[in-house]
Every structure is written in structure tokens, then in C-alpha cells.
């Protein structure tokens, strides 16, 4: 800065420091970025940021998509069968969509823990402005409660797809020889202990979805209030009708309503 032609920042200061800045003080690693613009593009922090949104993006629509799927519950025994029976038929589709899936969890998971690091990296003086320290508090919120909803998935698919934890599902089939979704989930959701540890995994899944909508606007440099207000309360919205949506199902079958 120059204050009556003089730069501020070089005087006072014995001539070793002569150059130093607030920058200089807490000097940032210098990092090195590869040739390749694709590698490059994901060794920059905003490469991480817009992976970790689209990746977010996919997995909102799976949820979106599976809880269609599960809400026909409401529909009876036949209609929610038939759907389970209609995806088991897609064969190898159905491999290729699971497999899919699967990497992008594990490319949402990874790029979201490199860019925590890259993040720490980055800026080790910690908290000294309260806005950083805001943004840190909610970043780490959305770790712990990603990581909680990735042992309630990795629970859910023992309990329900793969069947580990109550064995006596895989002999539930209905009148026509299939799977028996419908009285599997009725039975599933009977557990009171069940229903309970599902409704916490589900209440956590909505805050991380709706945290994940705020990143999302800003990695996407939404700056317009109207909308990221609009998304903001879209997000909320969406987070509450994945929640009761979700929630619906133990607990109707936890109170007898379905049956
Ligand atoms: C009350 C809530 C939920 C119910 C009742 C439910 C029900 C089910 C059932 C019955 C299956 C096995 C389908 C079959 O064998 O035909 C299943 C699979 C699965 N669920 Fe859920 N689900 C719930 C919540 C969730 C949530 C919140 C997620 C993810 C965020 C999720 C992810 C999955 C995945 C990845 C599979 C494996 C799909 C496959 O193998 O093709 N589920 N779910």
C-alpha cells in the first residue's frame, strides 16, 4: 500500500523483513499442478468443490429416485413386489447402474476428504477471521455427518439387500415366487430399535442434504440473493420431504398403520 508516495509495507522494518507481508507471514505452500488440464482441473481446490456438487447432485437424485421407489409401499404387497421384481429384471443394467453408484460415492467420499486436507493445508492459521471459522465449523459438520450416513448405508444394505443381519429374509417370497419386499420391510420395521436407528440415519442423511444445497450454490457462484435464497429454500424443502418421506415407512409400520 503507498501512503504519501511511500510503501507503507517496506518501512519499519529491518531489512530482512523488508518484504514481508501479511501473506509472506504464513507463507502457503506452493503447489504444483500437472500438464494434463484434466488432472490439473481436479488438483485446483474449485476442481474438488465442483466434483464433490456434481457427485452430490447424482446421489440426491438416486435418494430421490429410491424413495419413489419405496413410498409404493403405501400402494400394497402387489405394486411394491412388482417394482423390486421390475429392477431385479434389468440383469446386467441394474450391475451397471449399482456399479456406477457405487463410484460415485466413493469419488463424492474422496474428493470431499482430499479437499478438507488441501483446505487445512492451505490455511493453517486457524480462525483468525470469524467467517473462515463459520465455513470450517459447517464443513466439518457435513464430514461427520456424511460419515454417520455411510455407516447407516453400509448398515441398511446388510440389512435389507444383502440380507446379513436377519437371514430368515431371503425365504420371504409372495404368492407369485418373489422376492417378498413388502413383508420383508414390515418385518424390518416391526424392530422398534430398527425404526429408531433408521429415523436418526434418515434425520442426519436431510441436514447433510440441505447443507449440501448451500455448498452447491456457492461452488456453483450463485451470487444472485434471490437465487440462492430460492435454492436455499428449495434445499430445505427438499431435505424435509426426503426426511418424512423416508420416515413415513417404519414409523406407519412401527404404529400398525401398514400392515
Ligand atoms: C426408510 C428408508 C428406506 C427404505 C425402506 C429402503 C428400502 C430398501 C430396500 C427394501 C432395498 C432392497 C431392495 C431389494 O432387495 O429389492 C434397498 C436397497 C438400497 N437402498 Fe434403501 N431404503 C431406505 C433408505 C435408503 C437411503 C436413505 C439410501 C441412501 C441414501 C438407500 C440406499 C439404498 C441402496 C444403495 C440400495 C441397494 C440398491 C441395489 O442393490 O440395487 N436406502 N433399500
Known amino acids: 500500500m503507498f501512503f504519501g508516495g511511500t510503501n507503507i509495507d517496506t518501512i519499519r522494518y529491518p531489512n530482512s523483513l523488508v ?5 509472506t507471514a504464513f507463507p502457503t505452500p506452493v503447489r504444483k499442478f500437472s500438464n494434463n488440464p484434466v488432472v490439473a482441473f481436479y488438483q485446483s481446490s474449485i476442481g474438488k468443490k465442483i466434483v464433490v456438487a456434481v457427485t452430490g447432485l447424482c446421489l440426491m437424485l438416486f435418494v430421490l429416485g429410491h424413495l419413489l421407489g419405496n413410498l409404493q409401499i403405501y400402494l400394497g404387497e402387489e405394486q411394491l413386489n412388482s417394482y423390486s421384481q421390475h429392477l431385479q429384471d434389468l440383469g446386467p443394467l441394474l450391475w451397471i447402474v449399482r456399479i456406477a453408484l457405487l463410484a460415485i460415492v466413493v469419488i463424492h467420499i474422496i474428493s470431499t476428504i482430499q479437499l478438507a486436507i488441501q483446505n487445512r493445508i492451505a490455511n493453517p492459521q486457524k ?3 470469524a467467517g473462515y471459522q463459520r465455513s470450517t465449523r459447517a464443513s466439518r459438520t457435513m464430514v461427520i455427518t456424511g460419515l454417520i450416513v455411510l455407516c447407516f448405508i453400509i448398515f441398511h444394505l446388510l ?41 436418526l440415519g434418515l434425520f ?9 444445497f448451500q455448498s452447491m450454490t456457492q461452488t456453483f457462484g450463485i451470487n444472485n440473493r434471490k437465487v440462492s435464497e430460492l435454492i436455499f429454500n428449495g434445499g430445505r424443502a427438499f431435505s424435509w420431504f426426503v426426511f418424512i418421506g423416508y420416515v413415513s415407512i417404519p414409523m406407519t409400520i412401527l404404529l400398525g398403520i401398514v400392515k
Open 19 to 23: 518484504h514481508m507481508s501479511v501473506a
Open 127 to 129: 480462525y483468525a477471521v
Open 159 to 199: 440389512h435389507y439387500t444383502f440380507q446379513v443381519t436377519h437371514p430368515e429374509f431371503r425365504d420371504l417370497h409372495d404368492a407369485q415366487g418373489r422376492h417378498d419386499v413388502y413383508h420383508m420391510m414390515i418385518t424390518g420395521f416391526k424392530e422398534p430399535l430398527i425404526s429408531f436407528f433408521y429415523a
Open 204 to 212: 442426519l442423511l436431510a441436514s447433510h442434504i440441505s447443507h449440501g
